[in-house]
């Protein structure tokens, strides 16, 4: 990533780029997740007022999880094979506040039923092998939402899910970001997807902001690059003999980033 | 001339008494020269045709009659040469000690072609790749550009027919277009039949001129592109899945 700026408040941001465009490096390294040889350089990481980028790494952990939570691409490698799915959540409770067992499991149990899961005590007890895949993302939504973060970055949460469980698992989504009035990062490389879902878009090419548009404004974006990917992917209701191919100008990454602030 | 003849296919997995069927009471047809599309969840079984057809499942039964051969426990080494299959995932499906160039030929002599380091050459630029990458190794590339390879490979032997399993779901969407661009070039060049698998409506829809709808090891529905793309379906699943599809896109 190179020299790149945004703000977020209590609405939805869309990051959208190709592999490789750093827009997972930008959820990570607003939680200071990178590892190194990775290194993190700004000359302004804030939350709220609070510096980011200079917190000690015991306030950070109490950040992560606790005031922004993040959701990533597989419930299959994100959740704990060897306990259950009520296990996790509670651990996942009491490491941000203090709740009595019996408190703490009916926290877990109402979550899950805010997530459209049926039977809640019954999935509480699963392993996550016994869970599908739209239900695993869901207990991962309900786990992270169960601290109440005021921020939630979701990285490619519903990539791995097939399309008519992906529009569910959005709604969930959806509803409980409103409803609490949370901050949504959005990464996904879906343009459509995020056009749908979000307010704002920012683009990404090659660890720089490309564009940023109003989700309803996408269609009269104006950089090559967005317009090539809005045209390459292939139309049910408006085929095309071929499809349009992104011709890549080294430019592009010569350009700097634009500013994604408010 | 049919190419692949589909009769009640049944392929199941486990042991006597716990048996699951992965596919249940399938027919069709796809005739020479045809594109033929599998969609559905998951889960749904349409891999696990590709799988039996190649050969990787030996659990079926039901007939098959695939480029002219009737299939049974063993096939033909022609049958090899005729079908091949390109895999989800560049990344497994390349060995990662081996070169584009020893990739190629190992396919091609196992399949007796000759001319080997003729046809390497002919098969990278057919892909888009140029001798550039004739010695490179996997890691040395992208995905897209692995995939490119996965494909010379399968058409290394000269096959009439692919089986095609979600040939461009682990790639970018920019990516993606370049690979179904090439896939539809290929087929003209070479006449082939394809048989492709895709949870995507979009991408069989741009690829493919039938396309059946599975659920649960069934299928639903077989309709023609023309049918899906004016949201003709009969089936309410298909109903479903169209939507579920449009909406996303929207």
């Known amino acids: ?262 | 001339m049919t190419a692949i003849a589909i009769e009640d296919l049944n392929v199941w997995f486990g042991s006597p008494g716990h048996r699951s069927y992965a596919v249940k009471d399938v027919s069709f047809k796809v005739e020479d020269g045809e594109s033929f599309g599998l969609v559905g969840e998951s889960g749904s079984g349409k891999s696990t045709i590709l799988r039996a057809m190649a050969g990787l499942v030996p659990t079926w039964s039901g007939r098959m009659i695939v480029a002219g051969e009737t299939l049974g426990k063993t096939r033909s080494k022609s049958f090899y040469r005729k079908v091949q299959m390109v895999f989800q995932d560049p990344y497994a499906s390349l060995h990662p000690r081996h070169t584009v160039d020893q990739v190629l030929s190992e396919a091609m002599r196992l399949h007796g072609v000759e001319n080997v380091d003729q046809r390497i050459v002919n098969l990278l630029n057919d892909v888009g790749l140029g001798t550039g990458f004739r010695f490179r190794y996997p890691h040395q590339m992208s995905g897209g550009q692995r995939q490119r390879v996965a494909i010379a490979r399968a058409l290394a032997p000269e096959p009439s027919i692919l089986l095609l399993d979600e040939p461009t779901s682990a790639l970018d969407v920019s990516v993606q277009a370049e690979i179904l661009n090439l896939l539809v070039d290929l087929r003209a060049e070479h006449r082939l039949t394809y048989l492709m698998v895709s949870h995507d409506l979009g991408v069989v829809g741009h690829l493919c001129g039938r396309i059946a709808v599975m659920q649960e090891g069934r299928f639903v529905e077989t309709l023609g592109v023309n049918e899906m793309r004016k949201l003709q379906a009969k089936a309410d699943y298909t109903k479903h899945l169209l939507e579920s599809s449009i909406n996303s896109v929207r």
């Open chain 1, 1 to 262: 990533m190179r020299g790149i700026s945004f703000t977020l408040g209590k609405e939805r941001l869309g990051i959208v780029g190709e592999s490789g465009s750093g827009k997972s490096m930008t959820g990570r390294a607003a939680l200071r997740l990178i590892r190194p040889p990775g290194m993190i350089e700004a000359d302004r990481l804030e939350m709220h007022g609070e510096d980011i980028l200079h917190a000690p790494e015991k306030r950070m952990r109490q950040l992560r999880g606790g005031r922004v939570s993040m959701i990533m691409q597989d419930p299959k490698f994100s959740l704990n094979p060897v306990m259950t799915v009520g296990q996790q959540m509670v651990e996942a409770l009491h490491a941000h506040g203090k709740y009595s067992r019996n408190e703490a499991r009916q926290r877990a149990l109402a979550m899950l039923d805010e997530v459209a899961i049926r039977d809640p005590e019954r999935v509480y007890g699963l392993y996550p092998h016994e869970v599908s895949g739209g239900m695993g993302q869901r207990i991962m939504i309900a786990m992270m939402l169960l601290p109440n973060p005021e921020i939630l970055i979701a990285d490619e949460p519903t990539s791995a899910l097939d399309v008519s469980v992906q529009l569910q698992v959005l709604d969930i989504m959806d509803k409980l970001v409103r409803e609490r009035g949370m901050g949504l990062i959005f990464i996904s490389h879906d343009l459509n997807l995020v056009a749908k879902f979000c307010d704002r878009i920012v683009i990404m090419y090659a660890g720089r902001i490309v564009e940023t548009c109003a989700a309803g404004e996408l269609k009269n974006a104006k950089h090559p690059y967005t317009v090539g990917l809005l045209n390459s992917v292939p139309d049910l209701e408006n085929p095309r003999e071929r499809l349009e191919v992104l011709k890549r100008d080294p430019a592009w990454i010569e350009t700097p980033s634009v500013s994604a602030r408010v």
